[in-house]
């Protein structure tokens, strides 16, 4: 699991080029639980670094965790566990 937020940004850049470079096989076509779950891997690293940006900008911009916290439908502890060391204020 990446630890900062370039390591994520360079691991979902990492599976945005292996699937533009993607070219199905024929042991592709018997497993499409295997391609969803390939594709939803991919939207949650680019929704993890989505995250992780906009919490980077909202600590920057002065606000609590415990505020950022409650946007996320945690608590500002929780959200400073997940978030504190993957981030650059």
């Known amino acids: 699991m990446p630890r900062s937020i ?5 691991q979902a850049d990492e599976l945005a080029d292996e699937f533009e470079r993607y070219e199905p096989r024929e042991d ?3 497993e499409p639980t295997l391609m969803a779950l390939r594709r939803a ?3 949650r ?3 993890e670094r989505d995250l992780i940006e ?13 505020k950022i916290g ?10 400073r ?3 504190g060391d993957k981030i650059d204020v």
Do not use: C, F, H, P
Not at 54 to 66: D, F, K, P
Not at 70 to 79: D, H, I, M, N, Q
């Open 6 to 10: 370039d390591d994520l940004i360079a």
């Open 28 to 30: 592709d076509r018997g």
């Open 41 to 43: 891997a991919y939207r």
């Open 45 to 47: 690293a680019l929704i």
């Open 54 to 66: 906009m919490v980077q900008q909202a600590r920057r911009a002065g606000n609590s965790w415990t």
């Open 70 to 79: 409650k946007e996320l439908g945690t608590s500002g502890e929780a959200a």
């Open 81 to 83: 566990q997940r978030y």
